[in-house]
């Protein structure tokens, strides 16, 4: 027989057993964006490979060796997102967002990296991300950070450790480069041999290497932080005193450099000790070069992404046994004349209580059965409709969740009796 056809490495299935918790953290996050005045972007899949070639940099990671890229059946070479970022600021060109306006913009969806797969570390991942352009100043940079901060508060989430670093503007970078160049050419044997290749393409990337032995060399390595002007410190000194002010506490990492070429001043990263080498849970930074670099008008921005699976991963450690999705209530159907008369009867029931979660046994099949599966569907009451109940105008309920006998009460008065129960309150107890 020929082999069952597997999903690409790296790209998976959400199950209908895990979709709720993922429902749960998005509709979190999608409401506190909302409260902050942020609106959903939505942008396609794919793109011109150009324009990640052009945002990201042709000497990162991501352009160097994760992007999936093919030639369409026109020849043009097409590039599935590796972010959300570059597409944002495309559309925003495009659809002239940035002429004279704020943007504070949300967007949410798969991205793809060819990476080794790993726990936390997938070829199609997702992410949450949020850009607000046109503000140059630390306050809408407090903002940004204020959000992911109340993420976590909102999600049931701790231990999440922020670090923080500038990489102040291109021409303090450029001054920094140099001592840093000179500082590791000097210490050139210490170095891996990627980190060779990038001291003369990316040099600052150097900072960012996961290779442990290169911890003590980089240890010892020259500090953005002492090449700012005034203005670069002036607006890292701003933001940090905003966070003070608003209790969130963090490090200061000045090796923090991010993977991607586009960033400028603060950069930021939530990080946690339980997912292993896949620490980030939360990214982001200002890029105010970007926009005009895609050919728009100047405009600062900031933004940041946050890796869905890695924050899912977070939450089912926190919480082993999430009772999400039981349904209400499971109809026991027995009898042709039931069947019909119980489609009507659940319809009614979900008219009066728009939030209950009830399944109605399909498929016949005796008591026995359908009790069973009433049991596994993890339902708190099963309602009985048989020949007699029908006669008498009247439904079973049983408690499947403890032993409380089995009642019997009039179909009118049912809708009253599962509202006092509490289930017309939505099927999640994550809400
Ligand atoms: P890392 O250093 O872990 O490779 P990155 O710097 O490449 O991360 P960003 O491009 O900043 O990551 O993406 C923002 C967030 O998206 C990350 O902090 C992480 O939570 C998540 N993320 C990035 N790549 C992946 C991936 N391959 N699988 C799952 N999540 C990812
Ligand atoms: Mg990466």
Redesign the pocket.
Known sequence: MAKNIQAIRGMHDILPEQSGLWRFLEGRVVDVLGRYGYRELRTPVAEPTELFRRSIGDVT??VEKEMYTFADRNGDSLTLR??GTAGCVRAGIQNGLFHNQVQRIWYAGP?F?H?RPQK????Q?Y?IGAEAFGMEGPDIDIEIVAITHRFWRELGLDGLELQINTLGSSAERLLYREALVKYLSAHRQLLDEESRRRLDSNPLRIL?S?NPDLREVLGQAPVLMDYLGTESREHFDTFRRGLDELGIGYQINHRLV???DYYSRTVF?WVTARLGA?G?????GRYDGLVEQLGGRATPGIGF???V??LILLLEQGLPRLDMGRPDAYLVLVGDEPQRHGMILAETLRTALPGLQLLTHCGGGSVKSQFKRADRSGARFALILGEEELGRGTVGIKSLRDDTEQQEITQAALVEFLGKMGCNNGAFVCR
């Open positions: 990671d991501i590796p972010e991205m990296r990476e936390g570390r997938y070829r991942f992410q960012d996961k991010r993977g991607l990263e896949q980030t849970v939360c990214a982001g992404a946050m890796g699976e890695r």
